[in-house]
């Protein structure tokens, strides 16, 4: 693999990754959608096909940053960067890209374990009630914590079918391209 077909690749990866997460954008017209988005497979995504890992947290996070500047806009007519929680929901999306690079062979089986492993570091780590500051939905305490987990659960459903559907889409649709454009297969790939 040439330095031009990596950058080739990276530049395909990094396309995939924000068309894909314009679909997120859906859950302000359709409201039943919330949770139902990319976000969780384009984590993985980027975590597995990225050489270097710094580009595919880089790449998802960004794409998640500039998905909640659109949406925050959307929901409060304002340009606001940050939100009440946000420390805990960009720690979850690295936390899943992490999870993506553990993912050494890709198939059904991985793909499956790794959707519900993010969907679980989603639900554990977004809703821990520490992480909001001013939004106080529930106690600083175990028992907050608690309430704000069986609270989560309906979110947490949407997440996993959307991981489920993205993700299948993603890693499939990408694995379809590599037998057939070569520049989108990885150096060790290409030596098998």
Known sequence: MTAKDNTTRN??????????????????KYKDLSNFNPVGAIA?????????????????????FTT???LNYLYTSKFQIGYDGIIGVYLSFALMVLV?????????LNVLLA???SVL?????TDLPWFYTTLNLYPHTLAGYGKSL???IPFEYNMIYGNLVFGFLLFGGFELAKTKYT????KKQLAL
Request: glycine fraction near 6%.
């Open 183 to 186: 520049f989108l297969r990885s």
């Open 115 to 117: 959707c519900i492993a």
């Open 150 to 152: 069986v609270n989560a």
């Open 100 to 108: 993506g690079t553990m993912i050494k062979k890709v198939n059904v």
């Open 44 to 64: 993985l995504f980027g975590g597995a096909y990225f050489t270097s890992k710094w580009k595919g947290y880089l790449t998802v996070l960004l794409a998640l």
């Open 121 to 125: 570091i989603h639900w554990l780590v």
């Open 11 to 28: 530049i395909v990866l990094v396309l995939i990754i924000l068309i894909v997460a314009i679909f997120r954008l859906l859950a302000f």
């Open 68 to 70: 909640d500047i659109v």
